[in-house]
């Protein structure tokens, strides 16, 4: 049975971090592009992060400014999203996604994400 789980989330206070997974089960996630996205309150959902396939190339958005790192650890299946230096401004619904094969991952083309899990809530605040 395919499950697609994010944890991590909570309550931080602003400059703290935060490290978000993504956990699968049914699918071995190395086979697969998998990115990092978030929606605000009334805000459109937004990549974060994303990785290829096979370990390839690594895409930030702007937005992270050098502060979150995306990476995979193939033996428990998962990938992971360090945040730090949060900021208010990252208080969002964060959600993983896959999409096989993909070795060169793209966020802006989140239709092309097959599998999507429901998301872990971030809270950046003092």
């Known amino acids: 049975q395919l499950q697609f789980v994010e944890s991590g989330g909570g309550l931080v206070q602003p400059g703290g971090s935060l490290r978000l997974s993504c956990a699968a089960s049914g699918l071995n996630l190395n086979d697969y592009a998998v990115g990092w996205f978030r929606q605000g309150p009334g805000k459109e959902r937004e990549g974060v992060a994303c990785?290829?396939?096979?370990?390839?190339?690594?895409v930030y958005a702007d937005s992270t400014g050098g502060r979150f790192t995306i990476f995979r650890d193939n033996a428990k299946n998962e990938v992971y999203l360090q945040m730090n230096s949060l900021k208010p401004e990252d208080t969002s619904t964060y959600s993983c996604?896959?999409?096989?094969?993909?070795?060169?991952?793209?966020?802006?083309?989140?239709?092309?994400?097959?599998?999507w899990g429901r998301g872990t809530q971030v809270t950046v605040s003092s």
């Open positions: 990785v290829s396939a096979g370990d390839g190339m690594i």
């Open positions: 996604a896959a999409e096989y094969q993909q070795r060169m991952c793209v966020l802006k083309f989140q239709r092309d994400y097959e599998y």
